[in-house]
T-cell receptor, first 115, second 113 residues
Framework: AQSVTQLDSQVPVFEEAPVELRCNYS??????LFWYVQYPNQGLQLLLK??????LVKGINGFEAEFNKSQTSFHLRKPSVHISDTAEYFCAVSEGRLRGQNFVFGPGTRLSVLP | NAGVTQTPKFQVLKTGQSMTLQCAQDMNHEYMSWYRQDPGMGLRLIHYSVGAGITDQGEVPNGYNVSRSTTEDFPLRLLSAAPSQTSVYFC????FGLGNTIYFGEGSWLTVV
């Protein structure tokens, strides 16, 4: 069974500093990789996804992620964070079946941006 | 655009009671699913459906029941609520296709006392 690891449960960072949220997955088969963000008391919103092609993926709100197949990683980065980026971030893996897809989520990383 | 709509948003149940969480989507998505979110565990798949009349179990199906009579609706039933089912529940949907985005509802907060 697939598993997704997010090593950091909480990441505090000062405003305008860079941040990296780490994600590793276990599957050895072809997978599709996603990052979702959850703002307080809301549902999950897609930040970005990797399906194929360039290993550097750009998403919304200035976030980007890099797929590294050899290290089975998909770390999320932002060069300069804002207070509004405070949220919980989830990495997810899908095996990408044609008829619907089930996701395996990591436990989440709570990003706190400090003034 | 309503997207994925869940009701109720908040609910308190007594142990042993039953209830249904409603989920509706207006995007004509074939695929729908229910997840539960617990602190430190991310989201875990309860049940999913790839079309009307077709449902299957996910990672944590015990204590829950689903049906899919229409493309739009995918209710989740708690048969006899237990404190371990205190959680936040999310309904999600997507269209078929490799790597398609999955869209989430805003969640239903359930407390079982």
């Amino acid at each position: 069974a697939q598993s997704v690891t997010q090593l950091d449960s909480q990441v505090p960072v000062f405003e305008e500093a860079p941040v990296e949220l780490r994600c590793n997955y276990s599957s050895s088969v072809s997978v599709y990789l996603f990052w979702y963000v959850q703002y307080p008391n809301q549902g999950l919103q897609l930040l970005l996804k990797y399906l194929s092609g360039s290993t550097l993926v750009k998403g919304i709100n200035g976030f980007e992620a890099e797929f590294n197949k050899s290290q089975t990683s998909f770390h999320l980065r932002k060069p300069s964070v804002h207070i509004s980026d405070t949220a919980e971030y989830f990495c997810a893996v899908s095996e990408g079946r044609l008829r619907g897809q089930n996701f395996v989520f990591g436990p989440g990383t709570r990003l706190s941006v400090l003034p | 655009n309503a997207g994925v709509t869940q009701t109720p948003k908040f609910q308190v149940l007594k142990t042993g009671q039953s209830m249904t969480l409603q989920c509706a989507q207006d995007m004509n998505h074939e695929y729908m699913s229910w997840y539960r979110q617990d602190p430190g565990m991310g989201l875990r798949l309860i049940h999913y459906s790839v079309g009307a009349g077709i449902t299957d179990q996910g990672e944590v199906p015990n204590g829950y029941n689903v049906s899919r009579s229409t493309t739009e609706d995918f209710p989740l039933r708690l048969l006899s609520a237990a404190p371990s089912q205190t959680s936040v529940y999310f309904c999600a949907s997507s269209s078929f296709g490799l790597g398609n985005t999955i869209y989430f509802g805003e969640g239903s907060w359930l407390t079982v006392v």
